[in-house]
């Protein structure tokens, strides 16, 4: 089965509007060759119109990094579906574990937060991961299920065809640590697998499992060529055009 690589770049709290914008140029400069490999640069939210004006007329897509599930109402500092799809996104990174971890974020927001998503027609890229005291003591297989099972609680196949999937062991993320390509591959396995047996065949074929962590240059295309790695959701290497655009010519290339 062969899906079109997907590589997101996860800005985080950097870049001020202007060099925001510089960045989007760059990367919309210097990617006009990449047919084949999606491309989504998810800023801070304050960026979000700035850079849709750079991308609209590219095939660069464009995400927000987090949202709340209330349509509206007393709940100073949020930002809700609708406003982010005013901006012209078209995507949400939901549940990364910089959120899980210091923004108290659990399975069930993260499925509030994805239904809120879908409903206004954004696409989620919904982040799952052990830490490392969760891989030591041997239980990444059942963290990633709970984490799974419970993000995607309660969707249909329809909306899972909106979906893509982030694996991002929490010890490889900004750490410089990477998952080896056999670790990444024997998780990827596993959601796809956990994927299929919530909502079958047609849907686990068709989603998008990234790989998220310490992903750059030199790992990507070893990580990129697993049979279950469709793409790479990447942090550090992603806030300068030199290092995110060799990830996706890695993706173009195969
Ligand atoms: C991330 O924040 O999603 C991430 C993978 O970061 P890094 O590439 O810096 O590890």
Redesign the pocket.
Known sequence: MKRNKVIAG?W?LHKSNTEAQQLANQIKIRSTDIKNTDIILCPPFTALTVIYDVVKDSAIGLGAQNMYWEKSGAFTGEINAEMIKSTGAGYVIIG?S?RRQYFAETDETVNKKIKAALDEGLKPIVCVGESLDQRETGITAQIIETQVTGALAGLNEQQMAEIIIAY?PVW???TGKTASPEQAQEVHAQIRSLVNKQFGDAVSENIRIQY????KAENAEILLSQPDIDGA?????CLKAETFLPIIQAAEKL
């Open positions: 996860n985080k990364h910089e991002e490889a993320i900004g998220g962590g310490s992903v959701l990447v942090g550090g290497a």
